[in-house]
């Protein structure tokens, strides 16, 4: 197998930025989201997608959308699958909760050499999912896309299973684990307005609010 070219810590984490941003929505990335996703200036931000572009790992046309090519895509992989193979031992090995590997991820996923990312790989028994329900890409570049919705499109009456709940905001994870939803909890869902459900096994009903609704995703 040929060695994977390398690329500065800056590109890889655009093209894992931009690959995340359409996982579990449709709507492509623009230079001015990906500079609120990163934190940084939309000036800064155009120069680097130029580059990425002459270097062929996006296409993208002024004041539209950013796309990854099929090389830009394999990177992204790649750096995907080191980052949430990193969150899944941090949480599995060493007790960190679900709401503080990101940060950790983010550092280590740029050191790590391919071989010890392969073994921790194999010692966790090929994990196909994160902490967070992400999928995880096999090393071949392949990824086990679950079917899932957002929570706030599901009805009164539906019964659900949470399939994924996004990372972004640690104290919004730290609430819904204290109030038991986590991954694969199933709930019914009672009420939309407000978002009352009931989980599975409890006598009691839990409301919801709009981050919360905008942050779980579920398979019906």
Same mark, same amino acid.
């Given at each position: 197998m040929a060695k994977p070219v390398q690329y500065a810590m800056a590109v890889e984490d655009y093209v894992k930025v931009i690959y995340a941003h359409t996982e579990w929505q449709p709507r492509p990335i623009t230079t001015s989201v990906l500079a609120a996703r990163l934190g940084l200036a939309a000036s800064s931000v155009t120069e680097m997608v130029k580059k990425l572009?002459?270097?062929?790992?996006?296409?993208?046309?002024?004041?539209g959308a950013v796309r990854l090519t099929p090389d830009g895509t394999a990177l992204a992989l790649r750096m995907v699958r080191r980052h949430r193979l990193i969150e899944t031992w941090l949480a599995g090995q060493f007790g960190y909760g679900w709401h503080e590997v990101h940060d950790e991820a983010e550092?280590?996923?740029?050191?790590?050499?391919?071989?010890?990312?392969?073994?921790?790989?194999?010692?966790?028994?090929?994990?196909?999912?994160?902490?967070?329900?992400?999928?995880?890409?096999?090393? !071949?570049?392949? +990824? *086990?896309?679950?079917?899932?919705?957002?929570? =706030?499109?599901? #009805?009164?009456?539906? &019964?659900?299973?949470?399939?994924?709940?996004?990372?972004?905001?640690?104290?919004?994870?730290?609430?819904?684990?204290?109030?038991?939803?986590?991954?694969?909890? !199933?709930?019914? +869902? *009672?009420?939309?307005?407000?978002?009352?459900? =009931?989980?599975? #096994?409890?006598?009691? &009903?839990?409301?919801?609010?709009?981050?919360?609704?905008?942050s779980v995703w579920v398979g019906r």
């Open positions: 572009g002459a270097a062929g790992l996006v296409d993208h046309v002024p004041y550092v280590l996923e740029h050191a790590l050499s391919d071989r010890l990312l392969d073994s921790i790989d194999e010692q966790l028994g090929f994990p196909t999912r994160d902490p967070h329900g992400d999928p995880i890409p096999s090393r !071949a570049g392949d +990824v *086990e896309q679950p079917a899932a919705v957002l929570l =706030r499109h599901v #009805g009164t009456g539906e &019964t659900v299973r949470v399939v994924r709940i996004s990372d972004r905001d640690p104290a919004l994870l730290r609430h819904l684990e204290a109030e038991s939803i986590t991954l694969d909890s !199933a709930f019914t +869902v *009672e009420g939309v307005e407000p978002f009352v459900v =009931r989980l599975r #096994g409890s006598a009691g &009903t839990l409301t919801l609010a709009d981050d919360a609704l905008d």
